[in-house]
T-cell receptor, first 114, second 113 residues
Framework: EAGVTQSPTHLIKTRGQQATLRCSPISGHTSVYWYQQALGLGLQFLLWYDEGEERNRGNFPPRFSGRQFPNYSSELNVNALELEDSALYLC?????????????FGPGTRLTVL | AQSVTQLDSQVPVFEEAPVELRCNYSSSVSVYLFWYVQYPNQGLQLLLKYLSGSTLVESINGFEAEFNKSQTSFHLRKPSVHISDTAEYFCAVSPLNDYKLSFGAGTTVTVRA
Protein backbone atom coordinates (compact mmCIF):
# COMPACT_ATOMS: atom_id res chain seq x y z
CA GLU A 1 0.00 0.00 0.00
CA ALA A 2 1.40 3.36 -1.02
CA GLY A 3 1.96 5.87 1.73
CA VAL A 4 1.29 9.58 1.79
CA THR A 5 3.10 11.31 -1.03
CA GLN A 6 4.07 14.95 -1.32
CA SER A 7 5.41 17.05 -4.14
CA PRO A 8 7.69 18.69 -4.82
CA THR A 9 10.41 17.46 -2.49
CA HIS A 10 12.10 20.84 -2.51
CA LEU A 11 10.80 24.25 -3.54
CA ILE A 12 12.77 27.47 -3.76
CA LYS A 13 10.91 30.77 -4.04
CA THR A 14 11.66 34.42 -3.51
CA ARG A 15 9.93 36.75 -1.10
CA GLY A 16 6.51 37.86 -2.33
CA GLN A 17 5.96 34.88 -4.62
CA GLN A 18 3.34 32.18 -4.20
CA ALA A 19 4.04 28.52 -3.40
CA THR A 20 1.83 25.51 -4.06
CA LEU A 21 2.48 22.25 -2.26
CA ARG A 22 0.66 19.01 -3.06
CA CYS A 23 -0.30 15.96 -1.03
CA SER A 24 -1.84 12.62 -1.94
CA PRO A 25 -3.26 10.69 1.01
CA ILE A 26 -3.23 6.97 1.54
CA SER A 27 -5.95 5.30 -0.51
CA GLY A 28 -9.18 5.26 1.49
CA HIS A 29 -8.19 8.14 3.76
CA THR A 30 -10.53 11.12 3.61
CA SER A 31 -8.76 13.52 5.98
CA VAL A 32 -5.65 15.50 5.16
CA TYR A 33 -3.68 17.58 7.64
CA TRP A 34 -0.94 20.12 7.01
CA TYR A 35 1.81 20.94 9.50
CA GLN A 36 4.68 23.40 9.38
CA GLN A 37 8.03 22.39 10.86
CA ALA A 38 10.10 25.53 11.04
CA LEU A 39 13.53 25.71 12.61
CA GLY A 40 13.21 26.53 16.27
CA LEU A 41 9.41 26.50 16.23
CA GLY A 42 8.67 22.79 16.18
CA LEU A 43 5.68 21.23 14.47
CA GLN A 44 2.71 23.54 14.15
CA PHE A 45 -0.73 22.50 12.97
CA LEU A 46 -1.80 24.43 9.88
CA LEU A 47 -4.98 23.04 8.33
CA TRP A 48 -7.29 20.04 8.39
CA TYR A 49 -9.46 19.01 5.45
CA ASP A 50 -12.04 16.26 5.48
CA GLU A 51 -14.44 15.30 2.71
CA GLY A 52 -13.50 18.42 0.78
CA GLU A 53 -14.20 20.85 3.62
CA GLU A 54 -11.84 22.82 5.85
CA ARG A 55 -12.55 21.50 9.37
CA ASN A 56 -9.96 23.25 11.49
CA ARG A 57 -7.24 25.83 11.13
CA GLY A 58 -4.17 26.63 13.16
CA ASN A 59 -2.92 30.04 14.16
CA PHE A 60 -1.63 31.09 10.75
CA PRO A 61 -2.45 34.16 8.63
CA PRO A 62 -4.98 33.94 5.76
CA ARG A 63 -2.24 33.86 3.15
CA PHE A 64 -1.91 30.20 4.11
CA SER A 65 -4.80 28.45 2.41
CA GLY A 66 -5.59 25.20 0.73
CA ARG A 67 -8.18 22.92 -0.66
CA GLN A 68 -9.08 19.27 -0.92
CA PHE A 69 -10.11 17.73 -4.19
CA PRO A 70 -12.81 15.08 -4.82
CA ASN A 71 -10.10 12.39 -4.87
CA TYR A 72 -9.05 13.59 -1.38
CA SER A 73 -5.69 14.93 -2.52
CA SER A 74 -4.88 18.37 -1.22
CA GLU A 75 -3.00 21.55 -2.05
CA LEU A 76 -1.47 24.02 0.33
CA ASN A 77 -1.02 27.52 -1.05
CA VAL A 78 1.14 30.15 0.55
CA ASN A 79 0.78 33.63 -0.88
CA ALA A 80 3.05 36.63 -0.48
CA LEU A 81 5.89 34.47 0.78
CA GLU A 82 7.99 35.77 3.65
CA LEU A 83 11.43 34.63 4.70
CA GLU A 84 10.04 33.03 7.86
CA ASP A 85 7.85 30.75 5.76
CA SER A 86 10.96 28.69 5.06
CA ALA A 87 10.21 25.33 6.64
CA LEU A 88 9.45 21.67 6.10
CA TYR A 89 5.76 21.28 5.34
CA LEU A 90 4.37 17.92 6.32
CA CYS A 91 1.12 16.41 5.15
CA UNK A 92 -0.65 13.61 7.01
CA UNK A 93 -3.75 11.59 6.27
CA UNK A 94 -6.25 9.54 8.23
CA UNK A 95 -9.85 8.42 8.15
CA UNK A 96 -12.46 8.70 10.91
CA UNK A 97 -12.60 4.96 11.50
CA UNK A 98 -9.00 4.81 12.67
CA UNK A 99 -8.60 4.47 16.41
CA UNK A 100 -7.50 7.72 18.01
CA UNK A 101 -7.31 9.34 14.61
CA UNK A 102 -3.88 7.92 13.87
CA UNK A 103 -2.24 10.14 11.28
CA UNK A 104 0.19 8.90 8.66
CA PHE A 105 2.78 11.40 7.52
CA GLY A 106 4.39 12.03 4.17
CA PRO A 107 8.09 12.85 3.67
CA GLY A 108 7.45 16.59 3.47
CA THR A 109 8.19 19.47 1.12
CA ARG A 110 11.15 21.65 2.01
CA LEU A 111 10.23 25.25 1.15
CA THR A 112 13.04 27.78 1.03
CA VAL A 113 12.20 31.46 0.65
CA LEU A 114 15.07 33.67 -0.47
CA ALA B 1 -6.14 23.80 24.58
CA GLN B 2 -3.33 21.33 24.90
CA SER B 3 0.38 21.82 25.36
CA VAL B 4 3.23 19.35 25.32
CA THR B 5 6.61 19.80 26.96
CA GLN B 6 9.57 17.65 26.08
CA LEU B 7 12.05 18.27 28.83
CA ASP B 8 15.22 17.43 26.92
CA SER B 9 16.10 18.95 23.58
CA GLN B 10 19.24 16.85 23.05
CA VAL B 11 20.08 13.42 24.44
CA PRO B 12 23.48 11.94 23.57
CA VAL B 13 23.79 8.26 24.45
CA PHE B 14 26.22 5.42 23.84
CA GLU B 15 25.21 2.35 21.89
CA GLU B 16 23.62 -0.38 24.04
CA ALA B 17 22.95 2.09 26.86
CA PRO B 18 19.41 2.84 28.05
CA VAL B 19 17.62 6.05 27.13
CA GLU B 20 14.60 7.89 28.52
CA LEU B 21 12.87 10.79 26.79
CA ARG B 22 10.59 12.81 29.02
CA CYS B 23 7.23 14.19 27.96
CA ASN B 24 4.68 16.09 30.01
CA TYR B 25 1.40 17.44 28.77
CA SER B 26 -1.32 19.80 29.83
CA SER B 27 -4.95 19.45 28.80
CA SER B 28 -8.36 20.28 30.20
CA VAL B 29 -9.85 17.24 28.44
CA SER B 30 -8.87 13.62 28.03
CA VAL B 31 -6.33 12.99 25.32
CA TYR B 32 -4.73 10.31 23.26
CA LEU B 33 -0.92 10.23 23.49
CA PHE B 34 1.62 9.50 20.78
CA TRP B 35 5.33 9.25 20.17
CA TYR B 36 6.53 9.91 16.64
CA VAL B 37 10.07 9.46 15.29
CA GLN B 38 11.67 11.45 12.50
CA TYR B 39 14.82 10.00 10.94
CA PRO B 40 17.14 12.42 9.14
CA ASN B 41 15.56 13.89 6.01
CA GLN B 42 12.37 11.90 6.42
CA GLY B 43 8.79 12.48 7.56
CA LEU B 44 7.30 11.39 10.85
CA GLN B 45 6.58 7.77 11.70
CA LEU B 46 4.32 6.67 14.52
CA LEU B 47 6.35 4.86 17.17
CA LEU B 48 3.62 4.06 19.67
CA LYS B 49 0.36 5.36 21.05
CA TYR B 50 -1.74 5.26 24.19
CA LEU B 51 -5.48 5.11 23.72
CA SER B 52 -6.80 3.41 26.84
CA GLY B 53 -6.27 0.33 28.96
CA SER B 54 -2.80 -0.71 30.09
CA THR B 55 -0.69 2.32 30.87
CA LEU B 56 2.43 0.67 29.44
CA VAL B 57 2.59 0.55 25.65
CA GLU B 58 5.30 -1.03 23.54
CA SER B 59 6.56 -0.67 20.00
CA ILE B 60 7.92 -3.41 17.77
CA ASN B 61 11.48 -2.04 17.91
CA GLY B 62 11.98 -2.17 21.66
CA PHE B 63 10.65 1.23 22.76
CA GLU B 64 8.06 1.52 25.50
CA ALA B 65 6.17 4.40 27.05
CA GLU B 66 4.19 4.65 30.25
CA PHE B 67 1.17 6.88 30.70
CA ASN B 68 1.00 8.45 34.14
CA LYS B 69 -2.28 10.30 34.53
CA SER B 70 -1.52 11.85 37.91
CA GLN B 71 1.75 13.30 36.64
CA THR B 72 0.38 13.95 33.14
CA SER B 73 3.44 12.31 31.66
CA PHE B 74 4.18 9.90 28.84
CA HIS B 75 7.88 9.16 29.02
CA LEU B 76 9.55 7.04 26.33
CA ARG B 77 12.22 4.48 27.19
CA LYS B 78 14.43 1.94 25.51
CA PRO B 79 16.69 -0.36 27.56
CA SER B 80 19.40 -0.67 24.90
CA VAL B 81 19.77 1.71 21.95
CA HIS B 82 21.32 1.12 18.53
CA ILE B 83 23.08 3.50 16.19
CA SER B 84 19.99 3.33 14.01
CA ASP B 85 17.90 4.91 16.78
CA THR B 86 19.57 8.24 16.06
CA ALA B 87 16.63 10.48 15.21
CA GLU B 88 14.35 13.19 16.50
CA TYR B 89 11.49 12.06 18.71
CA PHE B 90 8.24 13.95 19.12
CA CYS B 91 5.62 13.53 21.80
CA ALA B 92 2.09 14.53 20.74
CA VAL B 93 -1.43 14.62 22.15
CA SER B 94 -4.84 14.71 20.53
CA PRO B 95 -8.11 15.37 22.36
CA LEU B 96 -10.61 12.54 22.23
CA ASN B 97 -13.13 14.77 20.51
CA ASP B 98 -10.77 16.46 18.06
CA TYR B 99 -8.35 15.50 15.35
CA LYS B 100 -5.63 18.06 15.83
CA LEU B 101 -2.25 16.84 17.03
CA SER B 102 -0.28 19.10 19.35
CA PHE B 103 3.42 18.32 19.34
CA GLY B 104 6.25 18.90 21.73
CA ALA B 105 9.39 20.64 20.52
CA GLY B 106 11.18 17.36 19.92
CA THR B 107 14.15 15.55 21.43
CA THR B 108 17.16 14.77 19.30
CA VAL B 109 18.74 11.45 20.22
CA THR B 110 22.28 10.87 19.03
CA VAL B 111 23.64 7.37 19.55
CA ARG B 112 27.41 6.98 19.50
CA ALA B 113 29.46 3.79 19.27
Amino acid sequence: EAGVTQSPTHLIKTRGQQATLRCSPISGHTSVYWYQQALGLGLQFLLWYDEGEERNRGNFPPRFSGRQFPNYSSELNVNALELEDSALYLCASSFPGLAANEQFFGPGTRLTVL
Amino acid sequence: AQSVTQLDSQVPVFEEAPVELRCNYSSSVSVYLFWYVQYPNQGLQLLLKYLSGSTLVESINGFEAEFNKSQTSFHLRKPSVHISDTAEYFCAVSPLNDYKLSFGAGTTVTVRA
